[in-house]
């Protein structure tokens, strides 16, 4: 199977700290990463799409400076949220899209996701 | 840009009875995915359709792709409580590149044992 680690599962922090989430394809290489936010209740809402070795691509309304993305590795995608504030709490998943033809190439696999409190 | 809208937004059902969620697109795509969503967990991915007019089926659950490529439906057969959680539906536009996918809002499903 194709399985996506993302760590921390929660994590609770103090106004004004960052914080770093990361992403781990386990069994298989990623060439693209994605990163989301979902609300309670509501859909996914991509944040931006980083590729391995390039910056990454931001959505429309993402403030790059305050969700830094780093793609150092096939393998890996991490996410910092820089000087957290409390309307950044929220539920963060990521996703990779498999390299390899040994699984299906346009499917997304995800991560359990980063639940963040931001007191 | 592209939308993808999804309905209902909410289904109640009875154990054993039949449940759909319809997933409409304002562009075409190159493919939609499905996924579900257990309360307080991840999405996983269900399947993915490419064809026109495709039809898949898992077990109890089928899955259409319109013939213009524009929409998509979700059919549960006979609910068991097992099917609770949020189905989502997910297109890539055919335009579209780097396989960035569109999310629809989603519908939950409960159903009364």
């Known amino acids: 199977g194709a399985v996506v680690s993302q760590h921390p599962s929660r994590v609770i922090c103090k106004s004004g700290t960052s914080v770093k989430i990361e992403c781990r394809s386990l069994?298989?290489?990623?060439?693209?990463m994605f990163w989301y936010r979902q609300f309670p209740k509501q859909s996914l809402m991509l944040m931006a799409t980083?590729?391995?070795?390039?910056?990454?691509?931001?959505e429309q309304g993402v403030e790059k400076d305050k969700f830094l993305i780093n793609h150092a590795s096939l393998t890996l995608s991490t996410l910092t949220v820089t000087s957290a504030h409390p309307e950044d709490s929220s539920f963060y998943i990521c996703?990779?899209?498999?390299?390899?033809?040994?699984?299906?190439?346009?499917?997304?696999?995800f991560g359990a996701g980063t639940r963040l409190s931001v007191l | 840009g592209q939308q993808v809208m999804q309905i209902p937004q909410y289904q109640h059902v009875q154990e054993g009875e039949d449940f759909t969620t319809y997933c409409n697109s304002s562009?075409?795509?190159?493919?939609i995915q499905w996924y579900k969503q257990r309360p307080g967990g991840h999405p996983v991915f269900l399947i993915q359709?490419?064809?026109?007019?495709e039809v898949k089926k898992q077990k109890r659950l089928t899955f259409q792709f319109g013939e213009a490529k524009k929409n998509s439906s979700l059919h549960i057969t006979a609910t068991q409580t097992t099917d609770v959680g949020t189905y989502f539906c997910?297109?890539?536009?055919?335009?579209?590149?780097?396989?960035?996918?569109?999310f629809g809002k989603g519908t939950l499903l409960t159903v009364n044992p």
């Open positions: 069994d298989f290489q990623a060439t693209t």
């Open positions: 980083s590729n391995e070795g390039s910056k990454a691509t931001y």
């Open positions: 997910a297109g890539r536009d055919s335009g579209g590149s780097n396989y960035k996918l569109t």
């Open positions: 996703s990779a899209r498999p390299h390899t033809e040994r699984i299906a190439k346009n499917i997304q696999y």
């Open positions: 359709l490419v064809k026109s007019g």
């Open positions: 562009t075409t795509l190159s493919n």
